[in-house]
C-alpha cells in the first residue's frame, strides 16, 4: 500500500480505510469489516505511530485482530518506512493472545524490550534477537 508510505497521505489513507472504523470494527465484528481491519493492520508498519497508536489500542480489545495487529507491529519494525514507539509497541505485545510457538514473536519482543524502533535504525539488532533467541 503505497500510499501508506508517503508521510503526506498515510495519516488521511489510514484513518479512511481503517482508523476512523475501528471503534465499528470491534463493536459489530461483521465479517467485512474484521476482513478489512486484518489486512489493513498488516500492511500498516509505515504509518506514523502517532498516526496508528489509538487504532492499535483500539484493535487490540478484540482477539480476532490479534494476529492481524501482531504482523502490523512486526511491519513497523521491519518496513523501510515502518515506525513504533518500542514500549508502547511493547506494552501492546504484551496484550496480544497468540500462540506460543507464533513466529518471531520473541525476537519481536527482544528488540522493543531493547528499545529499537525500526530495523533500518538499528542494524544488526534482529540478527542479535535471533541469536539470542534460538
Known amino acids: ?3 501508506f508510505e508517503d508521510q503526506a497521505t498515510s495519516a488521511m489513507a489510514f484513518a479512511e480505510v481503517l482508523g476512523n ?5 470491534v463493536t459489530e465484528r461483521s465479517e467485512v469489516l474484521l476482513r ?4 489493513v ?7 506514523r505511530w502517532t498516526v496508528k497508536e489509538a487504532t492499535y489500542r483500539t484493535a487490540v480489545r478484540l482477539p480476532a485482530l490479534h494476529p492481524a495487529l501482531f504482523r502490523g507491529l512486526l ?3 521491519h518496513d523501510l518506512y515502518g515506525d513504533l514507539e518500542p514500549a508502547a509497541a ?24 531493547a528499545g529499537h ?8 539488532a534482529w540478527d542479535d ?6
Open 41 to 47: 493492520l498488516e500492511c500498516s508498519g509505515p504509518v
Open 75 to 77: 511491519t513497523s519494525f
Open 36 to 39: 478489512r481491519a486484518c489486512r
Open 90 to 113: 511493547l506494552a501492546l505485545l504484551g496484550q496480544l493472545e497468540l500462540p506460543a510457538h507464533t513466529r518471531h514473536l520473541a525476537e519481536l519482543r527482544h528488540v522493543l524490550v
Open 1 to 3: 500500500m503505497d500510499w
Open 117 to 124: 524502533k525500526n530495523h533500518y535504525g538499528s542494524v544488526g
Open 21 to 25: 472504523d475501528i471503534d465499528r470494527a
Open 129 to 134: 534477537a535471533v541469536r539470542s533467541c534460538a
